[in-house]
């Protein structure tokens, strides 16, 4: 298989797999074991292992870190780069650094404003965007250059990837803008949480009819519901999601001691539909701060074993 990349990931879509990929967010301090536990129980259940980049633009052990020790461990991690905090100077360097321990997945991203974190008087950088990031790492590994032109020593070798959100007003231009990411290099594209099935399928449609989900390889958000809470918190607070009124009262309806099974058994029925949409070639399983539930998300589902232990 000639491959432009050593990525596992890479691999698993080109072998015409389901991919499965899930996050570890890592900890307000400087404790590996924070990630390292986390990765332990989803590593048989993934092909990767998604590291946070000071998510929610709260300090946090740095992702590049956090993607060492994964790496140590034997797995495969993908490696998360938001724009708001480095410019093109210290994004190319930290690209050079995730290369020479071999990390070969790559996730840009924009990152959240530093309003919503611990450290809001902080300075938005975005020196490049995130599709800018998305060339950059392209130009890296394809041309072997960096941004000033200078050729480099030993390129990065990455799968380079981005986030969409089809749910995002307004609606418009949510294909478009996937389209700007996918000609700018994005080989795999993973998509906000998922709750309202009907109108991801119409933007699958859309994506269809321009043909772009033969140009990436589009992965559906999955998180599930802890409880009718945490549903209603994000249908009224969180920026960008759709939630369905019919899904918050499924889990209001359903007993406060039954509402976790309740969440997991959504997210599994959600993937199971899903996987029926045509250009859906794998799921990223958000389980915030619920990773103990990933085996059984991936099992019920029908994702397990995944295509390295399949025989």
């Known amino acids: 298989m000639n491959l432009k990349t050593p990525s596992k990931l890479e691999q698993v879509f080109a072998a015409g797999h ?19 536990k986390k990765a332990e129980m989803i590593k048989d259940h993934v092909d990767a292992i998604n590291i946070t980049d000071n998510q929610t633009a709260m300090t946090r052990l740095c992702s590049l870190a956090s993607c060492i ?19 093109r100077i210290a994004m190319q360097s930290d690209l050079l650094g995730a290369a020479s321990f071999d990390i070969h997945n790559l996730l840009c991203l924009s990152g959240d404003h530093q309003s919503f974190g611990d450290c809001a008087q902080g300075q938005n950088v975005h020196d490049l965007d995130s599709m800018q990031l998305i060339q950059t790492a392209r130009q890296m590994r394809d041309e072997g250059k960096f941004l000033g ?11 380079v990837g981005a986030a969409a959100n089809p749910f ?24 906000q949480c998922i709750f309202n099935l009907e109108k ?45 009124d019919a899904l918050v009262k499924r889990m209001s309806d359903t007993p406060k001691d039954k509402q976790q099974a ?6 599994i029925e959600s993937i199971q539909r899903l996987k029926e949409c045509q250009g859906v070639k794998g799921f990223h399983i958000m389980a915030i701060e619920w990773e103990e539930k990933v085996p059984e998300i991936c099992e019920a589902a029908g994702m397990h074993p995944r295509p390295e232990n399949a025989g």
């Open 149 to 159: 032109g200078d050729d480099i020593k030993r390129p990065p070798r990455m799968f």
């Open 69 to 87: 020790h994964i790496k140590q461990m034997g797995l495969e991690p993908i490696l998360q780069m938001v724009t708001r905090d480095r410019n």
């Open 18 to 36: 389901i991919a499965v990929t899930s996050e570890c967010g890592p900890p307000r301090g400087s404790d590996p074991e924070a990630v390292t």
């Open 262 to 267: 309740e969440g997991i058994k959504i997210a």
């Open 200 to 244: 991801f399928e119409q933007w699958m449609h859309d994506v269809r009819e321009r043909g772009l989900h033969e140009k990436t390889c589009i992965m559906a958000g999955i998180t599930p519901f802890k409880s009718a809470g945490m549903a209603k918190f994000m249908a009224k607070r969180v920026p960008g999601m759709d939630i369905p």
């Open 168 to 191: 995002a007003d307004p609606y418009e231009i949510r294909v478009p803008r996937l389209a700007k990411k996918v000609a700018a290099g994005a080989e795999y594209i993973q998509t």
